[in-house]
């Protein structure tokens, strides 16, 4: 056991503040990791202030699950990964490996998966702490490998932005030819139209104001479409084969339902709080779809890095030291981010 | 041009009465049919009270669409019908034959596709009238063969209660092995407990009270559930491939959501007025899907009445004379009949 140094909150109200926190010493399977980046995802803000009903914060509570860095151990038994190699871990650290779910390499519907924090650790009791620190020890099989030309602060969000849209765009057939549309251009959404672009669709992003248009542009979508604007919207009435969904506040899904086409597919990556209002009428008429996703497993993020090493894909980030946290927390919630902090982990040092 | 005998209402509030309307001589491709039997959707009292937003009922209304009959004549280029043959008609009578949706044999979703009544009559002009009525002419394309061993006033209903829940079990991989659950116990619930049963899957019902419970097991329920019992639910979680979900009063779809396993649907193929409350989260855990889906093209239609034949499937039918329909509405409306009404057209012969 030793200690790491991390940030961490003390309570829902508390800013996140300077501690150290106890990590295993890496066992037979383990990889020990000098975490280099790690992305702020927006659960991280809602777990730090026990926003979520049903979930209970542990604290101190150290988030943090877009973490790429450097390793510096291995277990014995460790075979895929070696001191000095470039490794990343996203929002799971553990499963029991033998559920259907773990054996369809969908650890993250395992009835004992472990979240990367604020789930119980069973190696040192408590709860895990995440990534916003300077080390981490996760089992090997938690582990994924980064292609080397990936700029490492702009990978970090891949691990959970990333995966998140990756895993239903090639769900549901994202492919050339396919007119596809991202509502809301945030962590998720630019995520979204860089793989639907490269996978070769027709994109269209939705977004509430035209302030993010050329980004939109640049991150490979065809078309912007402002979704106040009515007229525009219907022009697209009955012609999505897909549209993904990220949008966490509270709208109008019916007015995306409509646009799709017969057999077409909506799938929500993010979660607003309250329900929402669906018409049955949107979903009989063409015969449509409004599903849910949640991350991906551990061979599909592997394979969303690779995707990402082969097409030159990152996430656009705004690197801030970690002192920042608090501040970039704040931001977070006025969308005042373009368009995930990555914490240089380096700041950490200065602590 | 002759006219045929029926029961039309006159306006919103007026009760169905006797008639005649006008039906056109047989053209080219059209096949006569003299009605036998014409089973009572809820549609149908729907559209006559014109309660549906959005669509106009022209009126007189002439309802029903769930038909079947005796062919009594057919236009010089019929080829699929001969005088004296059994056929039936459902909810459509045309559509373009051209789009995408027609070729695909989804002409239910085919822009200019024809309803059997109170759609626009390129004919005669004015709108088309339904099937309770002694007569009506239909384009061969859209009139099916009727299975010879299967009795007329348990086969009218097929053609919508059965085709509607036929299409979204047959599309959602209904077979031995799956867990299906049948959400409501009426006209569409009990044929859709029959399909699934004969489809070899592990049929649950989930009724508000136990009074039709012996009927359940009598369509091949392998288990009934109340579904205000949270407990008896709740050991239900997690553990359905398919929900077909007939409820068109408002309930609380994310109880049902919530028994899907990873990757499950539920079909609504009821329409509740309101919008539903879909909880995201229900969607995201799981990855599951939400979809709706609209009776069923004109090929399916025939498949499901020839699978009917092989299985020897009828509706549940209680058979009354048309003198009695708006009485039939009345007990519609407190869900009072076991489990479809099915006039017997003869009747109209003494009017």
Redesign the interface.
Known sequence: MYNARAYSAASATSPLASTTVARRDPTEHDVQIEILFCGICHSDLHQVRSEWSGIRTVYPCVPGHEIVGRVTGVGPAVTKFKPGDIAAVGCMVDSDGTCP?CRAG?EQ?CPNMVLTYNSPDKHLGGVTYGGYSDSVVVDERFVLRVPSNLNLAGAAPLLCAGITTYSPVRRWGVTKGRKVGVVGLGGLGHMGVKFAHALGAHVVVFTHSLNKKEDAFRFGADEVVVSRNADEMKKHTGSFDFILDTVSAEHDI?AYIQLLR?DG?IT?????GK????????????????????IGGIPETQEMLDFCGAHHIIADVEIIPIQKVNEAYERLLKSDVKYRFSIDMASLKSE
């Open positions: 779910e969908l519907f019916n017969r597919n929500l990556v993010g979660a607003p329900p929402l209002a669906v018409s049955a009428f949107g979903l009989l008429l063409g015969r449509r779809n409004l599903s849910g996703s949640l």
